[in-house]
């Protein structure tokens, strides 16, 4: 008889373990509290379904915040070797100009899910919709609820992908931590990443430039540095180039309860060339000659004419040092529901290098509801993948108990 393998949720990391694991050495059936699988993956599939990034292995890992634990997983199962297996799958991708990783042009994210779904069927996974884990004893029982109805299912093994708490919408509610205290696991509260951070814009420079983009720009929190682009918003700030920045920004706030960021609005300038290229006797004034000689937007413009009294915003020395290293204070994260990822979840330290449980025998876990970080680019997507990849061949190569 073939040992029995639950795998517990139907996101992005259950997706490659069901493709992946050996139904001839394990009877698996997969339980999913939606009544589809992959919703999140649809809505991250909303702006482009960034796969992964095509940047070096060396450079790849470094993304991760901490990386040890994934460093085995992506070794084995790459951002390449994640490329080429969608190829073979017959999802081609192209790079995109970020060096993103995206499904050829024309197949929609639906169709990434249904080549997962075919795979999952033509491996014979039992698929149950519906079923949401509400506890389980740490001995092979776990209940599930199942319109309205509680239903004990037995299992030798266990791989919870259970995923984060960020966009509860999709079915990630994040609220299982209590099932794994009460077995004396490490679990750490969810916070969002990836997200929205609340910055106090003067009044009238937000309201007339709300929703105005800072393209090509260096953001800094502490050591950590991010060239990019971000939005200003009511709330504050948004966008890839604070995103990566959140582990950071999420240290200061822990400490000091405020988060100083700081922005190079010219990158590729010294302070000495802005102040050389600022010209204003060949415009009508200073804001013109911003304008037309450091191509700065009028929003930019105006953010420091808001910071700088007159006098210091005619002060060409005072000006240029400003435009290399412009000040915001970050008085706290956005809301978690509107976050792309959290941190959080299942503490590092509960797990051995295989994912396993250490307190619990064949009891795993992966994908983000493990305490990591990783910024947007493909790399949250990458590391579900890796790990699911991973603890399938390492599962497969055990196939006993
Ligand atoms: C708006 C948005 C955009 C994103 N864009 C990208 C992107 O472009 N690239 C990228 O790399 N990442 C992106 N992400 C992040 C990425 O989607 C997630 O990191 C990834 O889906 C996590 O996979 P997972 O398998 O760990 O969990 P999920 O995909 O969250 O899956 C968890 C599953 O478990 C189910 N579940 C939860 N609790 C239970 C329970 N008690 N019983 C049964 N089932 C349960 C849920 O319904 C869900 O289906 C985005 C996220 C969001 C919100």
């Given at each position: 008889?073939?040992?029995?393998?639950?795998?517990?949720?139907?996101?992005?990391?259950?997706?490659?373990?069901?493709?992946?694991?050996?139904?001839?050495?394990?009877?698996?059936?997969?339980?999913?509290?939606?009544?589809?699988?992959?919703?999140?993956?649809?809505?991250?599939?909303?702006?482009?379904?960034?796969?992964?990034?095509?940047?070096?292995?060396?450079?790849?890992?470094?993304?991760?915040?901490?990386?040890?634990?994934?460093?085995?997983?992506?070794?084995?199962?790459?951002?390449?070797?994640?490329?080429?297996?969608?190829?073979?799958?017959?999802?081609?991708?192209?790079?995109?100009?970020?060096?993103?990783?995206?499904?050829?042009?024309g197949i929609k994210p639906i169709e990434v899910l249904k080549m997962f779904s075919k795979k999952i069927e033509n491996n014979k996974v039992n698929v149950f919709f519906e079923h949401e884990l509400i506890d389980f004893n740490g001995q092979g029982e776990f209940i599930f609820k199942n319109q309205e109805q509680e239903k004990v299912v037995k299992s030798d093994i266990v791989v919870f992908c259970l995923g984060g708490g960020a966009w509860p919408i999709t079915g990630s509610k994040g609220?299982?931590?209590?099932?794994?205290?009460?077995?004396?696991?490490?679990?750490?509260?969810?916070?969002?990443?990836?997200?929205?951070?609340?910055?106090?814009?003067?009044?009238?420079?937000?309201?007339?430039?709300?929703?105005?983009?800072?393209?090509?720009?260096?953001?800094?929190?502490?050591?950590?540095?991010?060239?990019?682009?971000?939005?200003?918003?009511?709330?504050?700030?948004?966008?890839?180039?604070?995103?990566?920045?959140?582990?950071?920004?999420?240290?200061?706030?822990?400490?000091?309860?405020?988060?100083?960021?700081?922005?190079?609005?010219?990158?590729?300038?010294?302070?000495?060339?802005?102040?050389?290229?600022?010209?204003?006797?060949?415009?009508?004034?200073?804001?013109?000659?911003?304008?037309k000689q450091l191509k700065l937007t009028p929003a930019q413009i105006a953010m420091m004419k808001a910071h700088l009294t007159k006098d210091d915003f005619l002060n060409i020395d005072k000006l240029s040092l400003l435009i290399k290293n412009f000040p915001i204070q970050i008085i706290s994260a956005g809301p978690i529901d509107e976050a792309i990822s959290t941190v959080g979840g299942i503490s590092l330290n509960a797990i051995d290098e295989s994912y396993a449980l250490k307190n619990l025998k064949n009891h795993y876990v992966i994908g983000e509801m493990l305490d990591y970080d990783a910024p947007t680019g493909g790399y949250l997507l990458q590391s579900c993948f890796s790990m699911a990849k991973f603890l399938a061949q390492t599962l497969n190569l055990k196939a006993h108990i």
């Amino acid at each position: 008889m073939r040992p029995k393998l639950i795998i517990v949720g139907g996101g992005a990391s259950a997706l490659m373990l069901a493709s992946e694991i050996d139904t001839k050495k394990y009877e698996v059936s997969l339980f999913e509290s939606n009544k589809t699988l992959g919703r999140k993956f649809l809505v991250a599939g909303d702006g482009g379904l960034n796969l992964t990034h095509s940047e070096i292995a060396s450079e790849f890992i470094k993304r991760y915040t901490p990386s040890d634990f994934l460093k085995e997983a992506f070794q084995f199962f790459s951002n390449h070797d994640l490329i080429n297996w969608f190829h073979h799958n017959g999802i081609e991708t192209f790079v995109g100009s970020s060096k993103r990783v995206f499904p050829k042009k024309g197949i929609k994210p639906i169709e990434v899910l249904k080549m997962f779904s075919k795979k999952i069927e033509n491996n014979k996974v039992n698929v149950f919709f519906e079923h949401e884990l509400i506890d389980f004893n740490g001995q092979g029982e776990f209940i599930f609820k199942n319109q309205e109805q509680e239903k004990v299912v037995k299992s030798d093994i266990v791989v919870f992908c259970l995923g984060g708490g960020a966009w509860p919408i999709t079915g990630s509610k994040g609220n299982y931590l209590h099932m794994f205290q009460k077995h004396n696991i490490q679990t750490e509260f969810f916070q969002a990443s990836n997200c929205a951070y609340h910055v106090n814009w003067p009044s009238q420079f937000i309201q007339k430039h709300h929703g105005a983009m800072l393209k090509n720009c260096q953001l800094r929190c502490g050591e950590a540095m991010h060239l990019g682009e971000v939005v200003l918003t009511h709330f504050g700030i948004e966008g890839s180039g604070i995103y990566p920045l959140s582990p950071a920004i999420r240290k200061q706030l822990k400490e000091f309860s405020l988060a100083q960021v700081f922005i190079d609005l010219k990158p590729q300038l010294s302070a000495d060339e802005i102040k050389k290229r600022i010209n204003v006797k060949a415009s009508k004034n200073l804001s013109a000659s911003l304008n037309k000689q450091l191509k700065l937007t009028p929003a930019q413009i105006a953010m420091m004419k808001a910071h700088l009294t007159k006098d210091d915003f005619l002060n060409i020395d005072k000006l240029s040092l400003l435009i290399k290293n412009f000040p915001i204070q970050i008085i706290s994260a956005g809301p978690i529901d509107e976050a792309i990822s959290t941190v959080g979840g299942i503490s590092l330290n509960a797990i051995d290098e295989s994912y396993a449980l250490k307190n619990l025998k064949n009891h795993y876990v992966i994908g983000e509801m493990l305490d990591y970080d990783a910024p947007t680019g493909g790399y949250l997507l990458q590391s579900c993948f890796s790990m699911a990849k991973f603890l399938a061949q390492t599962l497969n190569l055990k196939a006993h108990i």
